[in-house]
């Protein structure tokens, strides 16, 4: 850990260090880079601790719990009308709790000291959302009070683009649930994934992102006293949002500062130690949050580290010495041939100034917001933010569209495909005389315009021949119906194999097939009519082209009858 090495630098050191608290006994005592492939749970903060009474229950066992709210309840502290969740598809009637009911689980996404959130498909909408359910159930009527206090700090952050948006917010037997908007990731899980510092425009985003997040926040004279990688949220769009209002604290309220909680020790202002709770000292923790970021450096609970970050230095090591440039100029494989790994950038000097700004030891020298957004670097950064986001949003509302239409193509396709082929069928089957169950018909009706068409028109054409030694006098059987002989002569039947015909006589399907051969030893010589052109079976001449083509294939028996064909086969061999 380089100390700076000048005079002014030694005074700074010399300072009364600020009293730190007992926990930050074990912190490490030098900076290091974040590890990678680390469990989600390793950087979540210790529990705060219970500030209310022992538990009603515990008192008065037999006490009746009032508010542990067997039903399901909606909780608002906007709107007193919107008292029963509203779904149209929870039946109290069933015993499955509100989420059950209405929500599918897809996954769990993280865990906080407060609660657990996972992503949710939404029956009644079938959008998806993430619900955070407080872990531990109330355990009286104040801790019920103090969980509910999150929606209605939540509900006064209101809506911005770059706050997480709350959805609705229930409680239902001593558990509290809040749905919200569901986001890609946290900030802390994307970095820990990428495991290196992220590029200056990411980071100059995020800067701008947050920035404005926090001054709506701070706008309403709220103050979130929470920012840390872990509360911003990534949208699928890319924007950065502030999340987890718990610890929000309303300066104008009732009770002001006096129940304001600090959050996490590496991010938190050093005045909060003092009890003094200002703007700036969320100011702070998002300065230490793109430090984290920026540098991929692993922050201080406490320590010697903790106190010269509260002191104003910056760890040359990683500010100067951001990162290797193998992260940032090229890929990795190149970064291994030339050894980049001694090669450092530095962080811009534009952000440093930025970042020094906001952790000014002293919170009333500290930037704000205001002055923060007004900087030439930072209004660069926000045009620059407008355009890739605007960019962004208009590729994404082509690929929608294009998607819409697709899906708009591929319905009336769907609704057309059908009455389409029957018109085809029509046009080229006149059947006045058809029976009811016509098979071309039907073969038409169950298929598509692929090649499984003609197969299919092809497999359900089941003529039933029986073997007789007089052709003129047998009657044909199609279906369990019989057709009289009389109906060789009927153009419908002649025109029906023709058109048969004109699907690609091969690779039926095996169930086709198993039929066909089922009926095959009845039918000696059903396979060599069926394969006959249109023409040729009109004329009765035999086509030579369709016949080296499969026409004489043994092998392959195929399953259309005409019975004009077998006429004049035996007039030929009578001849003969
Ligand atoms: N809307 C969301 N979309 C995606 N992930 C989310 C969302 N809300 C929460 N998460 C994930 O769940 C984790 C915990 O959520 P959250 O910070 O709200 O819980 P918490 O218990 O209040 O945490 P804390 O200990 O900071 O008070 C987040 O760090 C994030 O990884
Ligand atoms: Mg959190
Ligand atoms: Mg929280």
Redesign the pocket.
Known sequence: MPVPDDEMSQVLMTRTPIPVPTHFSQAEQSFSHKKRGRA?CYS??P?PPVKNIPPVSRIFPNKQRSWSQPRPQSVSFQSPQHKQPISRLYDHSKEETFYKQCFQTLCK?????????Y?VRSREDGCV??V?RS?SPFRGESDRLRKLQ?VRKHERVGEHPNC?RLVRAWEEKRVLY?Q???????L??YSEERGEPLPAQEVWSITCDLLRGLKHLHDRNLLHL?I?P??V?ISYTGVYKL??F??VVELDGAEGSAEAQE??PRYMAPELLDGVFTKAADVFSLGMTLLEVACNMELPKGGEGWQQLRQGHLPTEFTSGRCPVRYVLCPSWVSRVLDFHSLYLELPPDFLKVLSGMLEPDYRCRANVDWLLSLPAIQRAQRWRRVTLTTRGIVTKILYIFQCLLWFMTIMFCALRRPVLRLLGRKSVSAPNSPPSSPFQNCVLESSFSSDWEEESLGDDVFEVPPSPLGYTRNITYRGQEFPLSIRHSPDLLSRPSLGSTSTPRNLSPDCNLRQRSVLPLTPNVSRISQESPCSVKSGILDSSSSSSGFVDAEAPRSSFLPRNLLTMFDEASEQ
């Open positions: 989600l979540l903060p529990r996404l993280g865990r906080g000291s407060f609660g657990e959130v992503k959302y993430a955070k872990v999150e997480l809040l919200t908007e569901l986001c890609s990731s946290s802390q899980q929470d840390k872990a509360n949220f999340g987890d718990g610890l959050g996490d």
